[in-house]
């Protein structure tokens, strides 16, 4: 399975940005797909998950500012960052986890600031 991220960039704190992550390659129709993030200096950390079914997993710091939704016809993963602030800021990675098995895409740079 290859991850191809994409939508990172600058925005101002109180922006908006949405990132998007296409899966490809040998896909089983039950999976999860999400979105981790790494600060410099920090562990990977969870940003938000959904399910192939649709159930949505979502890390304490972005409930109620973050979306994540996901087209299945796609293969294809949202996360749509409303609100943003600095300590956002961090390399997200896109994450497919199917049949006991991770994949990780290569990460897409956002950064926060004004």
């Known amino acids: 399975v290859q991850l191809q991220a994409s939508g990172g960039g600058l925005v101002q704190p109180g922006g908006s940005l949405r990132l998007s992550c296409v899966a490809s390659?040998?896909?089983?129709?039950?999976?999860?797909m999400g979105w981790y993030r790494q600060a410099p200096g920090k562990q990977r950390d969870l940003v938000a998950t959904?399910?192939?079914?649709?159930?949505?997993n979502y890390g304490d710091s972005v409930k109620g500012r973050f979306t994540i939704s996901r087209d299945n016809a796609k293969n294809t993963v949202y996360l749509r960052m409303n609100s943003l602030k600095p300590e956002d800021t961090a390399v997200y990675y896109c994450?497919?986890?199917?049949?006991?098995?991770?994949?990780w895409g290569k990460g897409t740079l956002v950064t926060v600031s004004s």
């Open positions: 959904i399910s192939s079914s649709g159930r949505t």
């Open positions: 994450n497919f986890f199917s049949r006991g098995m991770d994949y």
């Open positions: 390659g040998s896909i089983f129709s039950i999976n999860v």
